[in-house]
Nanobody, 116 residues
Framework: QVQLVESGGGLVETGGSLRLSCAAS????????MGWYRQAPGKQRELVAH???????NYADSVKGRFTISRDNAQNTVYLQMDSLKPEDTAVYYC??????????WGQGTQVTVSS
């Protein structure tokens, strides 16, 4: 069993920063890609950032230049550094791990609220 534990969410003012982390535990091996998604009230979950096992990244246009995704393979952890936060970034953020053997795992979600 693989479990993902997220941390780092909270309340921040417009222009502030937060750093989210997601640590995997359990039978963790052969991790392929990692990503961050978010879901705002009344909206579908959307991809925010993605990083491959080789370190290639991509971002949603709405966060490009403000967010940075990174990973620490030794710690089985993925991070999302969020700078210049805007009220429209308010959402529940979920981390996702894609395993080489085909399984997907999700974190429990962490709330990010940006006040205007």
């Amino acid at each position: 069993q693989v479990q993902l534990v997220e941390s780092g969410g909270g309340l921040v003012e417009t222009g502030g920063s937060l750093r989210l982390s997601c640590a995997a535990s359990g039978r963790v091996f052969r991790i392929r890609d990692m990503g961050w998604y978010r879901q705002a009230p009344g909206k579908q979950r959307e991809l925010v950032a993605h990083i491959t096992s080789g370190g290639t990244t991509n971002y949603a246009d709405s966060v490009k230049g403000r967010f940075t995704i990174s990973r620490d393979n030794a710690q089985n952890t993925v991070y999302l550094q969020m700078d210049s936060l805007k009220p429209e970034d308010t959402a529940v953020y979920y981390c996702n791990l894609e395993m080489a053997y085909g399984a997907n795992y999700w974190g429990q979600g962490t709330q990010v609220t940006v006040s205007s």
